[in-house]
C-alpha cells in the first residue's frame, strides 16, 4: 500500500439491510490512472463510487481517498452521477451551472468573485462549450449537457474525476468526443469512469476494475480483440467465476 | 370610473394605503423566495407551513384578548408557528426519510385545529377567523405595516444574500453537498424563509390562498426567465401588479381582495400556460421563414 495512493480501500463490506452489494473489497488507484469499473447491472459499481465519495460508509473494512476519509478530501474529486436529478426546465444559464462547481472554494456571500468566472470560463473552454456560456441550460442537446457537467466538475479543479455512465444515451460519435476528451484530462488527473462498454473504454485505460460483490483487477493490456468481445458477450458468466476467489490481489 | 374612485379611496382613506403597502411587500418578498419554492418543487410544504401558521395567531389572538397582552399581534404568533413548523419539517426530512409527507400533512391539519381551538375559546366576537384564513388586506393596522417592512428586508437579504447556495441547493442537491455545502442547514434555512413570507402574505390572500400567490406569479414569471433572479424579479412585479389590481377590482363591487387577487393570478397563469405552446411555435415558424427568406 503505497502512501501516494488516490484511492485504496482495504476489505470493504456493505450491504443494503440482508442484501449484500460488496464484500472483501480491495483496491488501489494511483495518481495519474485511467481506470473502468465494470460489471453486470446490479452489481455495485454505483455503490463503490458513493464509498469513495463518502455518500455511503462501508459496514467493514475502510476506504481512504488522498489519504484521508472520504469526506475530507470529497472537494478533491469531481464527480458526475450517472443519471443527475436535474430539472431541464430550471431558469439557469451554462455558466450559471459551471459557476456551482466554484462552490466552497472562495467567499460564501454575495456573488462570486472575478476568479470564480474566471475559473469557470476556462472549464468551458476546456470542454469547447465557451460559446454555450449565456445559453440556457434547458436548450442543450445530450452531449452538451454532458460536457456542461464536465466542466462544472472541472471548474472545481479536481484531483480526480468520477465519472458514472457517461455513455449512456449518447450516440457512438458523440461518445468518442468524450473518451477523446477524458483522456486529455488524464494526462493532468486521475480519471475513473463506470461503464458497461468496454470495447471502447479499453482503447484509453491503463485498468479495468470487475465489479460483481467483490472486485478484481485486470491490466488494460490483457484485454485485447477477441477477448474484449468474449468478456463483453459474457460477462456476466465472467464475472460470476471472479466471484469464487478464482483471483486473489493481495 | 372604478380606477378614479379607487385612486380617490386611496388619497381619503388610510387602511387603503396601508392595503396597497402591504400587498407590495408581500409581493417582493413571494417573488424572492417563490421562485426558491416553486424550482425547488416544495410547493406543498409552504401549502402545509401556511396553514400550521393559524395555531400560533390563534394562541396569540386569545393571549390578547383574554390575558389583554395588547402589544401581542397576531402576526407575532404566526411567525413563531411558521419558523416551529419549518423546524419540524426539516427534521422529518432527516429522520422520517419517505414518510415525511406524513408528517407534512399533519403538521397542515394539526396547526389548523390548534388555532380554530384558540379562536373559539376567545371572549368576545371572532370576525378575525375569517380575516386570518380568506385575508383582509384593508384590515393592515399601521403596527403590521412596521412589521411587514422589518420582515421583507430579512427575508430579501436572506434570499439574496445565499442566492449560489441556494441556487445550487434547489437545482442539484447532490452535487451542492459534494461541494461542501451543507445543505441541511440550507434547506433548513430556505423553509425558515418560506415561513416568514407565508407570514407577510396573511392579510393580503389569507393563509388558505397563500401557496396560490406563491406560486402563480412565479411560475408565470419562470416563462419568461433563463435566470433565476430574472424570475424573481419579474415575479416580484407582477405579483405587485395582481394584488394592486386585485384591490382596485374588489373595492368598489365589494368583493372579498384575497379571492380576487387568486383569481386574478389564476386567469393569468391558465392564459398564459395555455398560451405559451402556439406563441413558442408561432415564434418558431416566423424565425424559420426569416431564415428562409434571408
Known amino acids: 500500500m503505497s502512501v501516494e495512493s488516490v484511492i485504496s480501500i482495504r476489505d470493504v463490506f456493505f450491504s443494503?439491510?440482508?442484501?449484500?452489494?460488496?464484500?472483501?473489497?480491495?483496491?488501489?488507484?494511483?495518481?495519474?490512472?485511467?481506470?473502468?469499473?465494470i460489471g453486470?447491472?446490479?452489481?455495485?459499481?454505483?455503490?463503490?463510487?458513493?464509498?469513495?465519495?463518502?455518500l455511503l460508509e462501508p459496514q467493514r473494512g475502510s476506504v481512504?481517498?488522498?489519504?484521508?476519509?472520504?469526506?475530507?478530501?470529497?472537494?478533491?474529486?469531481?464527480?458526475?452521477?450517472?443519471?443527475?436529478?436535474?430539472?431541464?426546465?430550471?431558469?439557469?444559464?451554462?455558466?450559471d451551472v459551471v459557476l456551482m462547481g466554484r462552490l466552497g472554494l472562495s467567499s460564501k456571500l454575495g456573488p462570486y468573485p472575478s476568479s470564480d468566472r474566471q475559473a469557470a470560463d476556462r472549464a468551458l473552454e476546456e470542454v469547447s462549450c465557451a460559446d454555450l456560456r449565456d445559453r440556457p441550460f434547458s436548450a442543450l442537446s445530450g452531449g452538451q449537457r454532458q460536457r456542461v457537467l464536465i466542466a462544472r466538475a472541472l471548474a472545481a479543479e479536481p484531483d480526480v474525476l468520477l465519472f458514472d455512465e457517461p455513455t449512456l444515451s449518447l450516440d457512438?460519435?458523440?461518445?468518442?468526443?468524450?473518451?477523446?476528451?477524458?483522456?486529455?484530462?488524464?494526462?493532468?488527473?486521475?480519471?475513473?469512469?463506470?461503464?458497461?462498454?468496454?470495447?471502447?473504454?479499453?482503447?484509453?485505460?491503463?485498468k479495468i476494475v470487475c465489479v460483481n460483490r467483490t472486485v478484481v483487477l485486470h491490466c488494460a493490456s490483457e484485454i485485447n480483440g477477441n477477448i474484449v468481445s468474449m468478456l463483453y458477450g459474457d460477462m456476466d458468466v465472467r464475472l460470476v467465476d471472479h466471484d469464487s476467489r478464482a483471483h486473489n490481489h493481495d | 370610473?372604478?380606477?378614479?374612485?379607487?385612486?380617490?379611496?386611496?388619497?381619503?382613506?388610510?387602511?387603503?394605503?396601508?392595503?396597497?403597502?402591504?400587498?407590495?411587500?408581500?409581493?417582493?418578498?413571494?417573488?424572492?423566495?417563490?421562485?426558491?419554492?416553486?424550482?425547488?418543487?416544495?410547493?406543498?410544504?409552504?401549502?402545509?407551513?401556511?396553514?400550521?401558521?393559524?395555531?400560533?395567531?390563534?394562541?396569540?389572538y386569545y393571549a390578547r384578548v383574554a390575558y389583554g397582552w395588547e402589544w401581542l399581534h397576531p402576526l407575532y404568533g404566526a411567525m413563531v408557528a411558521a419558523i416551529l413548523a419549518a423546524f419540524i419539517i426539516s427534521v422529518a426530512r432527516i429522520y422520517a426519510k419517505e414518510r415525511?409527507?406524513?408528517?407534512?400533512?399533519?403538521?397542515?391539519?394539526?396547526?389548523?385545529?390548534?388555532?380554530?381551538?384558540?379562536?373559539?375559546?376567545?371572549?368576545?366576537?371572532?370576525?378575525?377567523?375569517?380575516?386570518?384564513?380568506?385575508?383582509?388586506?384593508?384590515m393592515?393596522?399601521?403596527?403590521?405595516?412596521?412589521?411587514?417592512?422589518?420582515?421583507?428586508?430579512?427575508?430579501?437579504?436572506?434570499?439574496?444574500?445565499?442566492?449560489?447556495?441556494?441556487?445550487?441547493?434547489?437545482?442539484?442537491?447532490?452535487?451542492?453537498?459534494?461541494?461542501?455545502?451543507?445543505?441541511?442547514?440550507?434547506?433548513?434555512?430556505?423553509?425558515?424563509?418560506?415561513?416568514?413570507?407565508?407570514v407577510t402574505l396573511i392579510y393580503v390572500v389569507g393563509i388558505v390562498m397563500v401557496i396560490a400567490l406563491m406560486t402563480l406569479p412565479v411560475s408565470v414569471?419562470?416563462?419568461?426567465?433563463?435566470?433565476?433572479?430574472?424570475?424573481?424579479?419579474?415575479?416580484?412585479?407582477l405579483s405587485t401588479i395582481l394584488t394592486t389590481t386585485g384591490l382596485a377590482i374588489s373595492y368598489g363591487p365589494d368583493l372579498p381582495p384575497g379571492a380576487t387577487t387568486i383569481l386574478l393570478a389564476g386567469t393569468v397563469y391558465v392564459l398564459v400556460n395555455l398560451g405559451a405552446g402556439p406563441l413558442r411555435r408561432a415564434i418558431v415558424i416566423l424565425i424559420k421563414r426569416r431564415q428562409a427568406a434571408g
Open chain 2, 100 to 138: 415525511e409527507d406524513t408528517v407534512i400533512s399533519a403538521l397542515w391539519a394539526i396547526g389548523m385545529a390548534i388555532g380554530i381551538m384558540f379562536i373559539f375559546r376567545t371572549p368576545g366576537y371572532k370576525t378575525d377567523l375569517m380575516t386570518y384564513l380568506f385575508g383582509n388586506i384593508v
Open chain 1, 40 to 54: 453486470p447491472n446490479g452489481a455495485g459499481k454505483t455503490t463503490l463510487l458513493k464509498l469513495i465519495l463518502g
Open chain 2, 221 to 237: 414569471a419562470g416563462r419568461f426567465s433563463t435566470k433565476l433572479w430574472q424570475m424573481m424579479v419579474l415575479a416580484a412585479i
Open chain 1, 16 to 37: 443494503f439491510g440482508r442484501h449484500i452489494v460488496l464484500e472483501n473489497v480491495s483496491l488501489d488507484i494511483e495518481d495519474g490512472e485511467f481506470v473502468a469499473v
Open chain 1, 172 to 206: 457512438p460519435e458523440v461518445q468518442h468526443d468524450l473518451y477523446e476528451l477524458l483522456h486529455m484530462l488524464n494526462e493532468r488527473m486521475t480519471v475513473i469512469i463506470v461503464s458497461h462498454d468496454v470495447g471502447f473504454v479499453s482503447k484509453y485505460v491503463q
Open chain 2, 1 to 60: 370610473m372604478i380606477m378614479s374612485d379607487f385612486l380617490g379611496a386611496i388619497v381619503e382613506h388610510s387602511f387603503l394605503r396601508n392595503a396597497l403597502i402591504a400587498g407590495a411587500l408581500a409581493s417582493i418578498a413571494c417573488g424572492v423566495i417563490g421562485t426558491y419554492v416553486v424550482t425547488r418543487r416544495i410547493t406543498l410544504i409552504a401549502g402545509s407551513l401556511a396553514h400550521s401558521v393559524l395555531g400560533g395567531m390563534g394562541a396569540a
Open chain 2, 140 to 198: 393592515v393596522d399601521d403596527q403590521a405595516v412596521q412589521l411587514l417592512i422589518w420582515l421583507d428586508i430579512l427575508i430579501v437579504t436572506g434570499g439574496l444574500l445565499f442566492y449560489n447556495q441556494l441556487l445550487a441547493v434547489c437545482f442539484d442537491e447532490e452535487f451542492a453537498k459534494l461541494r461542501g455545502v451543507n445543505i441541511t442547514f440550507f434547506y433548513t434555512f430556505l423553509l425558515c424563509l418560506t415561513a416568514l413570507t407565508i
Open chain 1, 64 to 95: 481512504r481517498v488522498f489519504g484521508t476519509k472520504p469526506l475530507a478530501a470529497r472537494r478533491r474529486i469531481g464527480y458526475m452521477p450517472q443519471y443527475p436529478r436535474l430539472d431541464y426546465d430550471f431558469p439557469v444559464t451554462v455558466g
